[in-house]
């Protein structure tokens, strides 16, 4: 009895001898405050900020190995980088669980003005890429509807313009890599920079698919040879 | 003379100083053999040997400066930012062309114990030799032991990156007979074995005083032992580590130190920014007989000198009226109305070293980054702080710091916008 009533007075939040003690909830959402203030407490993102991508629903494989490379200094963006410099494996995955559990409604960020033939290109690299500069298609890995795939390839649907457009450019400009052969860093270096332009703006102006769900794994053949797919349980 | 024609004459000067004394005396390091004897192979393969130097490692955190994040324990390639420029943490490992594995334990000990490289030229004291040289030949011999054991890793060390005259080596045999003087620690006899044991980590391998000691322009440690001091070039501010009448510790007892150099949290404050690498890295893993004996030391600095009340040219008052109102809206909900936080979650704010340090760096750098505490054995899923950097301006920043280190029992100075806007683009490494 006694022991227990130890136990209950250390939880946290049960410190409340004193009146200004702010009452602390023991929960995951309440630790991981550092993650939710940019990208929402849902994983949700923040379309205001027109940056911040959602995470919601992403493949946790995925979530937890992007964590890892803006530790390893694979993927460079100093809030990030400090963020989860010294987080523990099984917090972080923890946390990349938490993120993609989260079902919450879709937002969109604002996308800067563009030409009809820019969203036709924009569309045509997604859904059949170029042949001729040898492109895939984003379908051709992130799925049919571009919803991902379990458990390692996110979705490419409900971000942010100026999100996918720096992405694109990292890769080409090496703040953003992956475990080699980096299969993303090779699309990236045969788009045009007006690619970039349209396969941003059209990934981020289209309406959403019905399902938004990942695809069940093994359902899509990648074209080129991604390292990160090649880890067991390993995420892009 | 103008200032700016001044410094560079005298570093000249002593540059040409510094080639006469290599050439003429200070060659004699050259041939310095060391006293500490051979190891043979069989007494290198000792397994408790290899784990006790696994240990001492941990507790010199040499991981820390010779790892390059994502890369390999002990393979190099961490740089170093100093004022001088970047100097790279070599390759510790046992390979022969880019590491250690031609080095005899005579070589390694002359690094460790006189700041000399295997080929004779004088190693930059961001090496902290200042303090390994308190070293005693056992641990070294241990530590040795296990990094020859680690997997050779084949690696090439960068170049240092230093400005001139900092990149003529010659010049450190100046900068040594000003500010370097080999030498084992001396036990004091009429100390506790644990103070002792205590003062050997702390003034040895722990080497705190690199940080937790004001440099002067020419890089060296000065003033009070551990009386706290800003860390050049990234940013950071290491406090003063008194825990008597006006130490930064003022208030803490040996529990609390153990608890945040374990945990990386205590009730009286939490690790963050570089000293959350070290909990993370090197003083989680030292056992509790050295923790108590760590604290036992602390708790012997001597009292500090009250800090003068702040003078300000500024309305304090209006100014900290206007940051209480962004940290009723911001802060207050975790670190509570009356800055004493959440004991065991969040830190208090309240004597805090980390807010009222005298320049004001560290509350203004973590406002704006927020982050994670270490994650620990003792703390695997601690809570955070968000960051504010995209939420607030640089005069709402300033204004809530301000606020916090003039609010409750604290006295600090206000900090001013334009120092906030300094430090967004700070180093994170």
Known sequence: MAAAFLVAAMAPGAFGQDAAAPQVPDTLQQRIAACTTCHGVHGEGTPGSKYFPRLAGKPAGYLARQIQNFQDGLRKYPPMEYTVRNLSPAYMHEIADYFSAQQVPYARSPVPPVTAAVLQRGEQLARDGDPQRKVPACASCHGVELTGVEPAIPGLVGLPYDYISSQLGAWRTHTRAMRKPDCMAVVAGRLQESDITAVAAWLASRTLPAHVRPQPPGTVKPPLSCGVLEVPGAGA | ?429
């Not at chain 2, 334990?105 to 006189?114: G, I, K, Q, S, T």
């Not at chain 2, 400005?163 to 010049?171: D, G, H, I, M």
């Not at chain 2, 640089?394 to 100075?413: C, F, M």
């Open chain 2, 1 to 429: 003379m103008k200032r700016w024609v001044v410094i560079p004459v005298v570093v000249v000067v002593l540059a040409v100083l510094g080639g006469w004394l290599w050439m003429a005396g200070q060659r004699v390091g050259h041939v310095v053999t060391p006293e500490v004897g051979a190891l043979t192979s069989e007494a290198l393969a000792d397994p408790a040997l290899v784990a006790r130097g696994a240990y001492l490692a941990a507790a010199g955190d040499c991981a820390g400066c010779h790892s390059v994040r994502g890369g390999l324990p002990y393979a190099g390639g961490r740089s170093v930012p100093t004022p001088f420029g970047n100097i790279p943490g070599p390759n510790l490992t046992p390979d022969p062309e880019t590491g250690i594995g031609r080095w005899s334990f005579a070589d390694f000990w002359r690094a460790l114990h006189y700041g000399q490289r295997k080929d004779g030229q004088w190693l930059y004291p961001a090496f902290p030799f200042t303090s390994y040289t308190k070293v005693t030949p056992e641990d070294a011999r241990a530590i040795y032991a296990y990094l020859r054991s680690l997997p050779a890793v084949r690696r090439e060390t960068d170049a240092a990156k230093l400005s001139f005259p900092y990149n003529l080596r010659s010049t450190l045999a100046v900068w040594r007979a000003r500010y370097f003087r080999p030498g084992g620690f001396q036990p004091d006899a009429g100390q506790s074995a644990a103070w002792n044991r205590g003062a050997y980590l702390v003034q040895g391998l722990g080497h705190c005083n690199e940080c937790h000691a004001p440099r002067n322009a020419l890089g060296a440690t000065t003033g009070a032992w551990l009386s706290g001091g800003e860390i050049p070039r990234q940013d950071w501010y290491a406090p003063d580590l008194s825990m008597q009448a006006n130490g930064g510790l003022q208030g803490w007892t040996a529990r609390d130190v153990v608890d945040l150099l374990k945990t990386g949290h205590a009730t009286k404050g939490a690790a963050f920014g570089p000293m959350a690498d070290v909990v993370a890295d090197s003083t989680q893993h030292l056992g509790d007989a050295d923790l108590d004996a760590i604290a036992t030391y602390l708790a012997s600095l001597p009292p500090r000198q009250p800090r003068p009340a702040p003078r300000s040219a500024f309305d304090v008052k209006r100014i900290t009226a206007a940051g209480e109102k962004v940290y009723r809206q911001h802060c207050a909900d975790c670190h509570g109305g009356d800055g004493r936080g959440v004991a065991g979650v969040y830190p208090p704010l309240d004597g805090n070293s980390a807010v009222t340090e005298p320049t004001g760096i560290n509350a203004m750098r973590t406002v704006l980054l927020g982050g994670f505490p270490p994650v620990t054995a003792g703390n695997p899923r601690p809570y955070s702080m968000p960051p504010y950097a995209q939420q607030l301006d640089d005069s709402d920043v300033a204004l809530v710091v301000s606020y916090i280190r003039q609010a409750w029992g604290n006295k600090a100075s206000i900090v001013r916008p334009e120092q906030v806007g300094k430090y967004r683009h700070t180093p994170i490494d």
